[in-house]
């Protein structure tokens, strides 16, 4: 990868319509009205990080979230909220740029590890992953009640 090629930054809210066509990928869609929305709560907290990675024309080719996780249970850690990569831009580095900088942010904010969550059916995300040296460490069940 060409790191002179892509660039990683903040988000902004004028990246919806970009974070919009991605998290559609990733099989999250929703209306460009409610990500601008979900955007703004999280640049309000600088507990948040929503980092995006654009090619030199400006074009936004993927996104990483990462939050802090203070728990009782264990010391500071992250965890990641979401990533993706474009599917025309994948295995060119853009993922583990993007993770690079999720870490980086992590511990700058004092934390002990960065820990994410994974759909048991993605075994290629679970593979670069492992490249990354990130290691399973259980299998659990996540329970959901609409409020």
Known sequence: M?????????????DVINITAL?????????SEQLEQRIR????HDDHALFITQQSDGSLVGWVHVYLCPLVITELEAEIGGLIV????RDRGIGQLLMRHAELWSREKGCQALRLRSNVT???AHAFYERM??????????FRKEL
Do not use: H
Not at 23 to 31: E, I, M, N, T
Not at 41 to 44: A, M, N, R, V, W
Not at 133 to 142: A, C, L, N, P, R
């Open 86 to 89: 474009d599917e025309r831009f």
């Open 122 to 124: 993605r075994k290629n």
């Open 133 to 142: 040296g990130y290691k399973k460490i259980k299998t659990s069940w996540m």
């Open 41 to 44: 709560k999280i640049q309000c």
């Open 2 to 14: 060409d790191n002179d090629v892509w660039m990683v930054r903040q988000a902004k809210t004028n």
């Open 23 to 31: 998290c559609d990928q990733l099989g999250y869609p929703s209306s």
